[in-house]
């Protein structure tokens, strides 16, 4: 059965080739496995080559933009559907809403905050949804280590391998998504003895 692929990364064109390379061997793998990709609606960036890609190949792409950037010409026309959001969070809900998976290309700020934002969801258990970073060229790597610093001083309490993964290369990552089979992570709080 088709999943719906929420896929989160860079509107950035000045970004490495090893980036794009990435976005499309991405976009080209989740066509062919007949999913859909969900996605922030930009034809620029990795975004624009991820939904080319999927276009490609034969699959469907949806796209959710907010109007502001709609405006300035950077929504991808081409998409199977276009959703106009009225701003950022509104997108992110409509995103969240529609996905059975969350994977997360190399981004910046943009990219970062929604994957935040998805794994708190998951830690809090307002969903059992994989999540994973696509590692392209270690370019996750000090977020992986930041996010095990934060385990070892006691901010994280949930183990990792139960909120998010990080896949080396997209054939891992449908590996990952294939296997996945939802655990509820540990509570957030521990339990405090009362005085």
């Known amino acids: 059965m088709p999943r719906n692929i929420c896929v989160f ?22 066509a062919r496995r007949g999913d859909v990709l969900v996605y922030g609606g930009a034809k620029v960036g990795l975004m624009g080559t991820l939904a080319r890609a999927v276009h490609r190949e034969g699959g469907r792409v949806v796209g ?49 905050e929604e994957m935040l934002e998805i794994i708190t969801l998951k830690q809090l258990q307002q969903h059992g949804k994989p999540v994973l970073f696509l590692n392209t060229a270690g370019f996750y790597d000090p977020l992986a280590a930041l996010f095990e610093h934060m385990r070892e001083r006691g901010f994280v309490r949930a183990c990792p ?15 990952y998504l294939d296997a996945y089979r939802p655990t509820s992570p540990e509570s957030k709080w521990q339990e405090v003895a009362q005085p």
Do not use: H, Q, W
């Not at 950022?88 to 990219?111: C, Q, V, Y």
């Not at 391998?161 to 449908?174: I, P, Q, V």
């Open 161 to 175: 391998e139960r909120l998010y993964y990080f896949a080396s290369d997209a054939a891992d990552a449908f590996r």
């Open 64 to 112: 959710v933009i907010p109007g502001f950037m709609a405006t300035r010409g950077l929504a991808y026309a081409p998409a199977d559907e276009l959703i106009i959001a009225r701003n950022l969070r509104e997108r992110k809900a409509s995103m969240e809403n529609r996905a059975d998976a969350f994977i997360a290309l190399p981004g910046g700020f943009g990219t970062l």
């Open 9 to 30: 990364c860079s509107s950035s064109d000045v970004v490495g080739s090893a980036y794009f390379a990435a976005a499309d061997e991405l976009g080209s793998a989740l």
